[in-house]
């Protein structure tokens, strides 16, 4: 189990608010759950977004054994407002942002991911999270209607954490082979 996030916290809340209207205020509690669910759904990708870049630049500053001009050129070029390029995100895998570490990544990938069930659905569930955040944005957001319930959304939030918390650990254990000289 995982320590609580702000996106726990915001669901818990958001679900006694909606709870609480619900018993005096319904069309107060309708209104509010469409609000939640939409800045849910914002929380989550958001938090994601903030997690996997951050993994990724981990990652490189490991590889790059601590080089600041490795990590900002890695940052300014690769990150910084390019993450929502990394993923397909009305796909249902993640070979695209697998592929930018390289081949060896992307099988490697590919095998874990046909050998468990739960890793693939956690992809799906991220991906998910991710498509339904850029329908929202892109969308008029005032106006658009957002289909999933809050639990709904949570649950996917919840089943994409583990894509997210293991994502460090795969890219550490690929070893692709060294480049030639």
Request: aromatic share 10%; proline share 4%; hydrophobic share 40%.
């Amino acid at each position: 189990m995982h320590s609580p996030t702000p996106v726990d916290r915001l669901y818990d809340e958001s679900a006694s608010v909606i709870r609480a209207l619900g018993l005096s205020e319904p069309s107060l509690a309708v209104a509010a759950g469409d609000s939640f669910r939409k800045a849910l759904v914002l929380a989550a990708a958001s938090h994601f977004e903030h997690r996997v870049s951050s993994c990724v630049l981990e990652f490189i500053r490991e590889r790059a054994n601590g080089s600041g001009l490795v990590v900002a050129f890695v940052k300014n070029k690769a990150v910084s407002r390019q993450y929502h390029t990394w993923f397909k995100w009305d796909d249902t895998n993640a070979n695209q942002f697998f592929g930018l570490f390289g081949s060896e990544f992307k099988q490697m990938m590919g095998e874990r991911i046909k050998a468990s069930e739960e890793l693939k659905n956690s992809i799906r569930a991220f991906l998910e999270v991710g498509n339904e955040r850029n329908k929202l944005v892109h969308q008029d957001f005032a106006s658009f209607s957002l289909e999933k319930t809050l639990d709904e959304i949570y649950a996917l939030y919840r089943q994409s954490l583990l894509f997210v918390e293991s994502l460090g650990s795969h890219l550490r254990e690929c070893q692709p082979p060294s480049p030639e000289p």
